[in-house]
């Protein structure tokens, strides 16, 4: 029986999803707490690898199960045996054919950034913090510039694995609430890096450092060079993928509805 998971999860702690011999990652305590539940060795498939430091609002992953049990009892008896820090939100049965990566339309990425002169204490980890006031109208110029698909090496980390650095970002939105900046990210899918390294682009228009017409300068080098540098995870949120309706894949949890 194949099984979708969502689930909601702090990055602080981790060293990413993806599992390392230190087990110090997600996908570690994920898999340690289904084997738990079921007590046979239980491996989990991810929508999206998420890098150290970056949280998930609603991370999808595929299971193969070899006993049958309650969808809810899934929740409730994974998260038994999960760290307090990573909750299972939902589980739905899914066909054999449907697969957490492969099958997804597309995926969405949310930062959270404090405009602050003083830097953040109580959301420490939770966003992002600039000290310069930021140019919204600016920031939103130099983003529309980067809709469509595009060749996105400017924007990939040495380090990325992807067959290719075209992507089609679909959608930005920079909305803004008292002293913090929501950046939302809609695309097919993501480089390594991608979405942290055009938020150091983006800040760095939105500060006056450069125009906004200047990422499409960066767009066109083609080179990690011409870009700005990588802003930090603190803030960084893989808000999900998205797939055919069909699937019945819950698109929204409560998780999503959290701002500082």
Known sequence: MRLALGLAYRGQAYHGWQSQPDGRTVQDEVE???????????????????????????????????????????????????????AVQWARQVPETFHARNSAWGRRYRFVVLESAVRPAMELGLVGWVFRPLDGEAMRAAAALLLGEHDFTSFRAANCQSPTPVKTLRHVAITRRGAYWCFEFDANAFLYHMVR??????????????????????????????AAPTFPPDGLYFVGPYYDPVQNIPAHTPAMDWMP
Do not use: K
């Open 197 to 226: 390294n055009i938020m150091g682009c983006l800040l760095a228009v939105g500060q006056g450092r450069h125009p906004a017409g200047w990422v499409t300068e960066v767009l066109a080098a083609r080179s990690r060079d011409a």
């Open 32 to 86: 340690l707490a289904l084997s738990a539940f079921v007590t046979r060795p239980m491996s989990a498939v991810c929508a999206g690898r998420t890098d150290a430091g970056v949280h998930a609002l609603n991370q999808v992953v595929h299971v193969d199960s070899p006993v049958e049990r309650e969808l809810v009892s899934w929740v409730r008896g994974t998260n038994r045996y999960l760290p307090r820090d990573i």
